[in-house]
């Protein structure tokens, strides 16, 4: 993630981090946090020990701001764009 948050310049505000345990935007982490924060990073790790279980990264957009946004293909746009660079490395595993 590192590579590509500096890579293509991505604004780490913008996005979370969950684990396919998790349901709630309240639990989710900011990606910042979780690049920045080597304990939120092992939280992480131990929870992903088990093969089942994957990391999430998105961008979550309460409903409250989704309604009154103008440009919102752009952004959902702009988001798979900024996104595909990381689908493309997954597909190599």
């Not at 505000?13 to 989710?28: C, I, M």
């Not at 919102?72 to 490395?89: A, D, G, H, N, Q």
């Amino acid at each position: 993630m590192p590579e590509w948050v500096r890579g293509l310049g991505i604004d780490v505000a913008d996005y979370q981090v969950w684990t396919s345990y998790e349901d709630e935007p309240d639990n989710f982490v900011g990606l910042q946090d979780y690049l920045e924060n080597l304990e939120v990073r092992e939280g992480f790790r131990e929870l992903l020990e088990n093969s089942k279980k994957w990391l999430r990264i998105g961008r979550v957009i309460p409903k409250e701001e989704a309604v009154q946004c103008v440009a919102m293909e752009e952004i959902v746009r702009e988001t798979m764009m900024e996104l595909s660079y990381l689908y493309s490395k997954t597909e190599e595993l």
